[in-house]
């Protein structure tokens, strides 16, 4: 296997076209399953034994890169942060042991799935507010009308972020992905820089608020497990899980929903049986996960030289893990693009990831598309695709669901 720069996987392939990438990769995976890509100077990884030697391998393959702008900030956006006190500081998705582990179990005391089955009646009342709004109006966009805002509904409430903040939060946070995960020109970049500063203060003014008046929810649970000791836990710290959770905690979600909407839909027996069945949901959301994991892809850098499938890795290298080339591996699951919810080693899927940074939301993802689909499928057994319609991914190089999703009834 030869790490060579210029076979033609490299120009093949393009990091931020998320539309089809799932052809390219069978055949990489089988040709050559490690690969780099010049577009973004990266490793690309794509067999599915690989990447979870690499995710259980942390001291070797840290997660020190993935909130890296895959285009480096310019020395005017720099200013710029500095000029707006931006200073969130890595705490779970980009940081390392020690940190990491301090921080992590204490996040962990707030997602656990006993506080997370207390939170399941008002997340029900949400997804039938938002599945109501929708009765005598088909045909809709129900990204727009739904799952767009739906998740960010219920992490508000987990969070206790005022509801009447939905629209702002959800625009800076989706400006924090195109800056962080895309490719904005200069000229965006300050503009979307310009976007980020008072997403900060907000999280950081949120903390203050909570820190002088804490009440019954998770942020206010995080400034008591500190307890005003900045050994434990400082406010900046809180500050930065916040904005990490403000991102992490519905962009993610909304994708997933619409994916599996897209394909229950798209292969409507899927979607028939669930209305008939409710309690094959969880297992078919699971394999939806593994199927169309809106994470598609992570990253981790390599801080020795490692060798991976037979390629040399240097220290320092860049990796793209591509978590849904891994949830596609046949070595793992036969028949892998088939939707299977039946697979025995569905909970062996990687779209949560694996190993230390395993996603700390993962409970609350899980119980708030359960809940969804129960909803929508007892509410509109009949909800159908729209024919002919055109499936649109935004460019960037992790985030993958459709954009819009025209549906009738
Ligand atoms: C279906 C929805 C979701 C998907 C597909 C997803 C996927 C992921 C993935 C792939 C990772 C990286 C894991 C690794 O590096 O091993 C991750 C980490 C993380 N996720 Fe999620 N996530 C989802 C929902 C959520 C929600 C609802 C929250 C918060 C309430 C959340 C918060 C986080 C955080 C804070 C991390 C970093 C954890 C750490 O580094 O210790 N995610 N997630």
Redesign the pocket.
Known sequence: MSPCPHHDFSTAFDPLDLRDPFTLLAQARREQPVFYSPAIDYWVITRYADIKAI?RDHQTYT?AN?ITPIEPFSDAVKQMLAAGDYSPEPV??N?VPPG?TRI?AL?NRL?TPRRMKGFAPAIQGIAERGVQRLIGRAPVDIVAELTYEY?AYV?FHVLGVPEADVTQVKAWAGNRIKLYYGRPTAAEQLAMTANLVPFWRYVVDLVAEKNAEPQDDLTSDLIRLRDGDDSVLTLNEIASCMI??LV???E??TA?INNALLHLLSQREHWERLCRAPEAIPPMLEEM?RYD???CT?RRRAVKPSTIAGVEIPAGADLLLM?HSANRDDDVFPQPDMIISSRENLKDQL????????????P??RLE?RILLETLTRALPSLRLVPDQAIEYSRNISFRGPATLRVTW
Do not use: D
């Not at 779209?351 to 993962?362: P, R, T």
């Open positions: 995710f997660a993935t779970l998705s940081n990491h992590r996040v997602f998740p992490l990490t959770l992490a905690g519905h993610t979600t997933q996960m994991p809106s994470v992570w978590l779209a949560f990831g694996y190993g230390i940074h395993y996603c700390v939301g993962a609350l993802a598309m």
